[in-house]
């Protein structure tokens, strides 16, 4: 073996062993027993002393590691199920469920107040896998100002946006890459079934829709009734978003309205759940049961709307009055079953964006 | 006797040579197994197998669809727009920076490679503030070219002006004028002289230079998601949402393997059109070729490459800086410290420090790995293998990066390989794009040391190891600064595989700046463009060092 050769596999040994030498440190240190590691998305926000408490009480330390956003997280979670990044996985939606849980991505764990979550948000009820933790509804939002101005009726319905009068209005999102997007994608399948939702998209279509690819172009420069779509200078008056955005329009803005700039088409809705659960593979089992138990607590239930903009899964939760008062919640929004989700999502998917995009 | 003895001493030593060389090579070989190979065929595997089994059927299902099909054809039509465009605008450019000596021309070098090394969703939104809405074109004349093709065109040209500049510029400068000079005495036209003289020895370096281009934009990420909108699309961007929001894995590894089929054939002519170039010439320094503009049309063709470079490369920079600012000064930069607002559990700030120890660290691999590659591939009597191995180091430039980041997720971690948790990763990957630079910089250099001085050494009884240290490493310690200079900047500004791998509370400069521009308001945007105004200092100032270390060959880039 020549000097190089030698001095070479040297220095590939020494790298390796120093490499592993690192991870194993880091990984022993997520496993430690005292941290609990969630997994999230990047909209994930807690109060401090909220999680202050649960630290106290529990003695476990919590770890956050925002993920991405809703989908990407979920994805990244799947890929890594057998040694996952974390012991608890926040923020899978209705739309995703099934593909975490065909993946196997959770184990089994029946929260403690599981009980007391309202059972229209209740699932997996034979195998406890997931807990849903929060809800919100997707729904076309209309800038008040424009339609007064104009003395037109804003939309109601879903039926509404294909009428004349709401012609190059509505801007929505890619429903390939954004979450919003995707929902109201389900709703009008929801509402007009396997056959009619194309045709519906037809309409809409013709009724000149814009597609942009995400929430935050849409939102916050195409629309022209959010703060930030007015300093854009944004044109159009219908936008694909939350229930939970007029609300957020009033908390965000300094001084505050009487009464929030935004308003909600309520027969446009799409419901939202978002769950959390056990990761299969997690180092801190306990900690993370835990760290779930208290998510269904009235403390965490009664904290988490203003700071994600979200309404509680828990019944007799604390619904906030900002969130009465400029943005009550759909009576009748459109669901669908995951399974049926999972089936169709891919298909429908694609037929709209050939359908719409192209 | 003692003549014959000598003979037999160098030729062992040459026998020797062989040896060596795949001892050398073993490092980067390694490297690129364990950090490359492995982890992209890790994540195409488990796109293309299911239960168990091979899914080559699925191959011909996915390329079939017509919406891949739209997608190769926009990428490939687009790469070609791009490239020709580029070209157009910039060589002029390369032909004034060779060929004239004026004022500020090195900071000037220096600027306009600054594009080059920025990630593109830097890149990205120093358009869309100049040409979105509300930016400056929209606010002076009603212009806007965002989700439009041209938007996306004129992005790839601020990127790869430079490529161009350096590439062809540089070989430019090296040609000797009095070859054209006596084509013109002996009775050539201007245009004659220039075609039959100048132009076939700079056809190979332009062929070069065309096909890194070509290579940049064919796999161009950042600049289409952020430009193009929901309706152009990109192979690379087609992979990046096939697996993170669609998460179909297997079409995503059908265009991988694509891409990867089309890069492959790209880097093949272009290693061929880089050995054509470096046997061919002999070539001057560069230094007497420059000299000041003769006549108005020396004087309107700078001028004019000037007012382009102003345009085209400074303005958009400059619309960054301008936004960096608000009414009352300093607000974004002071926001930068603060930790509050939730996107980050860090102040965004912290990015600067992680960003620079990521690059150190990222920059000391690439200059061992690819040093020890470039030293290797000198050798003349490299065989194809080696030539082989020559393109394969290539090839991270071409591969997406959403695969390398997902490849490293699933196949780095277990022991011992379990580095998923550790810091090591983001440098690893950042020096797999920092380490084609390093050889591509090394490379012509290294081949310039006469052998004839490698082999005296070793007559005289010097081991390989001291007789590199004291005939290379002289002649190539300026090179080597250069190439671990460009590893830098190009670690700094790396972001699609950074942001797969890069902690949540440990965001480099790019990552931070992407999160940023993802959220709502006005002050997430401001810091965006603030941070991202620092990371442009960041790498000009790199860039600035670079020149004043400039050797007269410092290789293609």
């Known amino acids: 073996m020549s000097n190089t050769k030698k001095f070479t596999a040297v220095v590939v040994g020494l790298g390796l062993v120093t490499l592993s030498a690192c991870g194993s440190e880091e990984s022993a240190g997520s496993g430690d027993s005292k941290t609990v590691t969630l997994v999230s998305h990047d909209s994930w926000v807690v109060s401090k002393s909220v999680i202050a408490d649960f630290e106290k009480q529990s003695g476990y330390q919590v770890k956050v590691l925002k993920d991405g956003d809703a989908g990407q997280a979920v994805n990244k979670a799947i890929l890594t199920k057998d040694n996952p990044q974390g012991d608890v996985l926040f923020g899978v939606d209705n739309t995703l469920l099934s593909r975490a849980l065909d993946n196997g991505l959770f184990q089994p764990h029946e929260a403690k107040d599981s009980d007391l979550v309202l059972p229209e948000y209740r699932a997996d009820q034979e195998q406890h896998r997931v807990t849903a933790v929060d809800t919100g509804d997707i729904c076309v939002n209309y800038d008040k100002a424009y339609f007064s101005e104009r003395k037109l009726e804003p939309p109601k319905t879903l039926d509404d946006l294909v ?5 190059n209005l509505l801007v929505t999102e890619n429903a390939s890459t954004s979450s919003p997007g995707l929902g109201f994608l389900l709703g009008t399948a929801a509402k007009y079934g396997d056959d009619g939702w194309a045709d519906y998209w037809k309409k809409l279509k013709a ?7 995400g929430w935050e172009q849409a939102y916050n420069e195409e629309f022209s009734g959010s703060a930030g779509g007015k300093k854009a200078g944004g044109d159009r008056p219908l936008v694909v978003s939350y229930a939970s955005s007029p609300p957020a329009e009033v908390v965000f803005a300094d001084p505050k309205p009487k009464t929030a700039p935004t308003g909600v088409a309520e027969g ?15 180092k801190n089992p306990e900690g993370g049961k835990a760290l779930l138990d208290f998510m269904l607590t009235k403390q965490f239930q009664d904290d988490m709307p203003l700071n994600m903009f979200v309404y509680p899964v828990r019944e007799g939760a604390q619904v906030p009055q900002e969130f009465v008062k400029y943005g009550p919640q759909a009576k009748d929004p459109q669901t669908m079953d995951p399974a049926k989700i999972a089936e169709n999502r891919d298909e429908w998917v694609k037929s709209w964006t050939s359908l719409v995009l192209k | ?40 065929a890790a994540i195409v595997g488990r796109g293309l197998k299911a239960d168990g089994t091979w ?8 390329l079939t669809q017509s919406g891949v099909r739209d997608v190769l054809w926009f990428t490939t039509w687009q790469a070609l727009a791009s490239t020709a465009l580029t070209l157009l605008i910039a060589l002029p450019g390369a032909y004034v920076f060779a060929r004239f000596a004026f004022p500020g021309k090195q900071v000037l070098r220096a600027v306009v490679t600054v594009p080059f090394v920025l990630p593109t969703v830097v890149v990205g939104t120093a358009f869309l503030a100049l040409a979105g809405r509300g930016g400056l074109l929209d606010e002076l004349w009603g212009v806007r070219l965002d989700t439009t093709v041209w938007a996306i065109l004129l992005a790839h040209v601020f990127f790869n002006y430079a490529v161009v500049v350096r590439t062809v510029g540089g070989l430019w400068a090296q040609l000797d004028p009095r070859q054209e000079e006596a084509a013109r005495m002996l009775g050539a036209s201007r245009l004659t002289a220039w075609r039959t003289v100048t132009l076939p020895a700079l056809a190979p370096a332009v062929a070069a230079a065309a096909l890194m281009v070509f290579l940049f934009t064919f796999t161009s990420f950042g600049v289409v998601q952020i430009l193009g909108g929901p309706t152009f699309s990109t192979l690379e961007v087609e992979i990046y949402r096939q697996t993170t929001e669609i998460f179909d894995l297997t079409t995503a590894a059908v265009l991988t393997l694509v891409q990867f089929t089309a890069v492959g054939a790209v880097l093949a002519v272009h290693a061929w059109t880089v050995r054509r170039r470096e046997t061919a010439l002999r070539l001057v320094d560069a230094s007497v070729t420059a000299r000041r503009p003769r006549g108005a049309g020396q004087w309107a063709l700078l001028a004019g490459v000037l007012v382009t470079i102003a345009v085209l490369l400074l303005l958009p920079l400059a619309v960054l800086v301008q936004r960096s600012f608000d009414a009352s000064g300093f607000a974004y930069y002071r926001a930068l410290t603060s930790e509050d607002g939730g996107t980050f559990l860090v102040p965004p700030i912290d990015a600067i420090g992680n960003s620079l120890s990521y690059a150190v660290v990222a920059t000391a691999i690439a200059v061992l790995v690819g040093g020890l590659a470039a030293v290797a ?7 194809r293998f080696v030539r082989g191995f020559d ?23 277990e022991p011992p390989l379990n580095l998923r948790a550790s810091w090591i990763l983001v440098p690893l990957a950042q020096a797999l794009v920092g380490v084609p630079f390093v050889v591509r910089t090394m490379l012509p250099v290294l081949r310039a040391v006469d052998v004839r001085l490698r082999e005296a050494a070793a ?6 190891w001291r007789a590199w240290r004291e005939v290379d490493l002289p002649m190539v310690r300026r090179a080597l600064l250069v190439a671990a200079g460009f590893a830098f900047a190009v670690s700094l500004g790396e972001f699609g595989a950074t942001v797969f791998i890069a902690r949540p509370d440990r965001p480099t400069l790019p990552v931070a700046v992407a999160r940023l521009l993802g959220r709502p308001g006005d002050l997430n945007y401001g810091q965006a463009m603030a941070l991202s105004t620092i990371l442009m200092v960041v790498c000009a100032v790199a860039l600035l060092v670079l020149e004043r270390l400039r050797t007269d060959r410092t290789g293609e880039f």
């Open chain 1, 163 to 167: 009428e004349p009068p709401y012609k």
């Open chain 1, 207 to 213: 009724n000149g829709v814009k597609v942009v690819d």
């Open chain 1, 268 to 282: 446009t809705c799409f419901r939202q759940v978002e769950y959390a659960g056990l990761l299969s593979n997690a």
């Open chain 2, 1 to 40: 006797m003692d003549v014959a003895r000598t003979e037999v001493a160098l030729k062992r030593r040459v026998g020797r040579g062989g040896a060596a060389r795949l001892g050398l090579l073993a490092l980067p070989v390694a490297f690129f197994a364990v950090f490359f190979a492995y982890p992209v």
């Open chain 2, 55 to 62: 899914q080559f059927g699925r191959l011909a299902d996915v």
């Open chain 2, 377 to 383: 591939l000198t050798r003349r009597d490299a065989g």
């Open chain 2, 391 to 413: 393109a394969l180091l290539m090839l991270p430039l071409g591969v997406s990066a959403v695969t390398v980041g997902f490849g490293f997720l699933i196949a780095l971690d």
């Open chain 2, 459 to 464: 007559v005289l009884g010097a081991s390989p």
